[in-house]
């Protein structure tokens, strides 16, 4: 969440675990018990940073129940969500179910979702509107493919994608929207944008959001990097000024790993 003291906006960081089509319910439970006793053990404090995991949705209501009998303070969220409310919608899953299970958050127009499912960005519009009529905030996953990078039009066809998928979205809504950097080269390649990258994206995301919007509701928007993001590397991507958390995959299926990036203030104070 973002709170406001005095005009200036306190963007808690948000570090966010996507596990895509891994993890069936059962695996699923075992993980986020993993994860709590991992950031348990280690003290960690969940009002400095925000941890959120989004499993399959055939998991989310045993991680409901986990999170619930456990008192755990980890949030949850979708991978997708239908732009349609109910009916005749075959696999599709509606914003209000992924309410009625409890889920804080719902990724819009992943990547994968975009390049597989050919999901456009007047999709994505309708996909955020869902969310927000059924009291979900949204991520929203923006980032240019490799060909875009080559030919040094990344930040124009990421900012095009962000106006494009943001269509008719109101300011006082968008204050609690997040916006994930994602880029496509650096998905599951190993290849991690450095730090530079993402804040020169993100700086650029931001200023964009200021012309969409207006800079109070820019300045109180979240904007993750993923792409590859390891313990390892985590640090100094978190350390941008821009950069407001992180959206993780492969490294969030294994618990210690997925600690180690919440727990990223302790390597900076620790260099
Ligand atoms: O949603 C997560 C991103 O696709 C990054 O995935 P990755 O950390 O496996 O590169």
Redesign the pocket.
């Known amino acids: 969440m973002t709170t406001q003291t005095n005009g200036a906006f306190d963007r808690t960081p948000l570090i966010a675990g996507?596990w895509k089509m891994n993890m069936d319910h059962a695996e699923g439970v075992a993980l986020v018990q993993k994860l709590a006793w991992t950031l348990d053990d280690a003290n960690f404090d969940y009002d400095r940073v925000e941890v959120a995991v989004f499993p399959p949705s055939t998991d989310l209501r045993s991680v409901q129940t986990l999170v619930n009998g456990d008192k755990l303070k980890l949030e949850y969220g979708a991978q997708d969500l239908s732009d349609q409310d109910s009916g005749a919608y075959t696999g599709d899953i509606s914003g209000a179910f992924l309410k009625k299970l409890e889920c804080t958050y719902v990724l819009v127009g992943?990547s994968e979702r975009r390049t597989i499912h050919q999901e456009d960005d007047e999709l994505c519009s309708k996909k955020v509107d869902a969310a927000y009529r059924h009291g979900l905030t949204p991520i929203l996953c923006v980032g240019e493919g490799l060909e875009e990078r080559k030919a040094g039009n990344h930040v124009g066809f990421t900012l095009e994608q962000l106006r494009g998928s943001l269509k008719g979205l109101s300011a006082s809504n968008a204050k609690t929207l997040v916006v994930a950097y994602?880029p496509v080269w650096?998905?599951?390649t190993g290849e991690v944008a450095g730090p530079e990258d993402a804040q020169e994206m993100s700086a650029a995301i931001r200023a964009e959001l200021e012309n969409l919007y207006d800079a109070e509701t820019a300045s109180a928007i979240r904007i993750l990097y993923?792409?590859?993001?390891k313990a390892a590397n985590a640090a100094a991507t978190l350390a941008e000024k821009d950069v407001d958390g992180v959206?993780?995959?492969?490294?969030s299926l294994k618990a210690e790993e997925f600690a180690n990036i919440a727990r990223f203030e302790k390597h900076v104070v620790s260099e």
Do not use: D, Q, R
């Open positions: 996507n992943h994602e650096a998905i599951g993923g792409g590859s993001v959206l993780v995959g492969g490294a």
